[in-house]
Antibody, heavy 118, light 110 residues
Framework: EVQLVQSGAEVKKPGESLKISCKGSGYFFANYWIGWVRQMPGKGLEWMGIIYPGDSDTTYSPSFQGQVTISADKSISTAYLQWSSLKASDTAMYYC???????????WGQGTLVTVSS | QTVVTQEPSFSVSPGGTVTLTCGLRSGSISTDYHPTWYHQTPGQAPRTLLYSTSTRSSGVPDRFSGSILGNKAALTITGAQADDESDYYCGLHLGSGISVFGGGTRLTVL
């Protein structure tokens, strides 16, 4: 069974850094793109970017380019989403998801709630 | 910037049929965009319903169907049930590995 398990909720202050994770199991992690999706409180889904763990090829949405960094460590089947300096507007639920067929997500993580508040 | 449009809200009676649409502010949707439909209930992660316009994900009943209607992608639910009440999002592949979501439709069954 394909599973994506994300790290737990985080509470941070503005200006702090953060790295959240997404661990895959039940499939060959290196061979499938992993994407990250933001959902701000009460809002819709936003496609942030994707990474191919096999060679760390990464594509970002123009809206998120330069705002976050997506990385992966295929040796431990884990993808990451990180911020160098958080803002209050980064407060959101973040989901990872596996992309198949080159186009759509088929399996989702449970989400990581990030709260940024002074 | 590509803007994907969805009806903000829709309601359907139990047992009824409803069609939700996904369009582009500029342009038409074709199968080349590989429309995907996701649904999400409050407090839960999204789940994939349909992909590549009309292929149902594993376990999705056949009362959910997808198509291209005119210049939009469409999700049709027949025989609506109470637990179909959810937020529905479409996703489109724009090329160069990038995708985008629509703003979502909140479906009420009443």
């Amino acid at each position: 069974e394909v599973q994506l398990v994300q790290s737990g909720a985080e509470v941070k202050k503005p200006g702090e850094s953060l790295k959240i994770s997404c661990k895959g199991s039940g499939y060959f992690f290196a061979n499938y793109w992993i994407g990250w999706v933001r959902q701000m409180p009460g809002k819709g889904l936003e496609w942030m970017g994707i990474i191919y763990p096999g060679d760390s090829d990464t594509t970002y949405s123009p809206s998120f380019q330069g705002q976050v960094t997506i990385s992966a460590d295929k040796s431990i089947s884990t993808a990451y989403l990180q911020w160098s300096s958080l803002k209050a507007s980064d407060t959101a639920m973040y989901y990872c998801a596996r992309r198949v067929g080159g186009y759509n997500f088929d399996s989702w993580g449970q989400g990581t709630l990030v709260t940024v508040s002074s | 910037q590509t803007v994907v449009t969805q009806e903000p809200s829709f309601s359907v009676s139990p047992g009824g049929t409803v069609t939700l649409t996904c369009g582009l502010r500029s342009g038409s949707i074709s199968t080349d965009y590989h429309p995907t439909w996701y649904h999400q209930t409050p407090g839960q992660a999204p789940r994939t319903l349909l992909y590549s316009t009309s292929t149902r994900s594993s376990g999705v009943p056949d009362r959910f169907s997808g198509s291209i209607l005119g210049n939009k992608a469409a999700l049709t639910i027949t025989g609506a049930q109470a637990d179909d009440e959810s937020d529905y999002y479409c996703g489109l592949h724009l090329g160069s590995g990038i995708s985008v979501f629509g703003g979502g439709t909140r479906l009420t069954v009443l």
